[in-house]
């Protein structure tokens, strides 16, 4: 079974401050997805990344795909309040193209 | 462009009971997928339809069965509920299902079992 594990699960930080959350797995994906959700929504897609090795820059988010494809970050530089809400990666499978997702990371930023 | 629409949106239902959960994709999209979220367990994918035909599936008993109809609009449906099912259901479409293609999620039916 592809597993992948986010941490940290519950973030919460000052307006102004920087964040990084980390998304791991022992197997290789297609592709990574990054999501944000706010209660009472669905997901919204912020980023697909391919390539391993893959920097996606999104205004203060910053996104990295690993060189083996395995594991994945999500940089916010400054936090905003705005930025609130709840985080999760997605990987495709190479093997049966399922997209598996992490467990999500809640993040609260204080104004 | 409509989203995404679920319904209901809200649901309560006792052990033992069925329930079907209904999803209108966008349009033009052909694949619908349905995930299932909780506190405990994340979003976990149930199965995925395109063109009527059920595509992919997770790894959930077969008291959760699905399909999708000829205009790609898709229902789910949870027989013998039990309260462990209690969860948001989250339905997704995409153009083609493929491995970049955008997934684009609807709100949810949050369902509860007493």
């Known amino acids: 079974t592809q597993l992948l594990e986010q941490s940290p699960q519950f973030l919460s930080i000052q307006e102004g401050e920087n964040l990084t959350v980390y998304c791991n797995s022992s197997s290789v994906f297609s592709s990574l997805q990054w999501y944000r959700q706010e209660p009472g929504e669905g997901p919204v897609l912020l980023v697909t990344?391919?390539?391993?090795?893959e920097v996606k820059k999104l205004k203060r988010l910053t996104f990295q795909f690993g060189d083996a494809r395995k594991d994945s970050s999500l940089h916010i530089t400054a936090a905003q309040p705005g930025d609130t809400g709840l985080y999760l990666c997605?990987?495709?499978?190479?093997?049966?193209?399922?997209?598996?997702f992490g467990q999500g990371t809640t993040l609260q930023v204080k104004p | 462009k409509a989203g995404v629409t679920q319904t209901p949106r809200y649901l309560i239902k006792t052990r033992g009971q069925q329930v079907t959960l209904s999803c209108s994709p966008i349009s033009g999209h052909r694949s619908v997928s349905w995930y299932q979220q909780t506190p405990g367990q994340g979003l976990q994918f149930l199965f995925e339809?395109?063109?009527?035909?059920?595509?992919n599936k997770g790894n959930f008993p077969g008291r959760f069965s699905g399909r999708q109809f000829s205009n790609s609009r898709s229902e789910m449906n949870v027989s013998t509920l039990e309260l462990g099912d209690s969860a948001l259901y989250l339905c997704?479409?995409?153009?083609?299902?493929?491995?970049?293609?955008?997934?684009?999620f609807g709100p949810g039916t949050r369902l509860t079992v007493l």
């Open positions: 997704a479409s995409s153009a083609s299902g493929g491995g970049t293609d955008t997934q684009y």
């Open positions: 339809y395109f063109s009527e035909t059920q595509r």
């Open positions: 990344v391919v390539t391993g090795g």
């Open positions: 997605a990987g495709r499978s190479s093997n049966t193209g399922k997209l598996i």
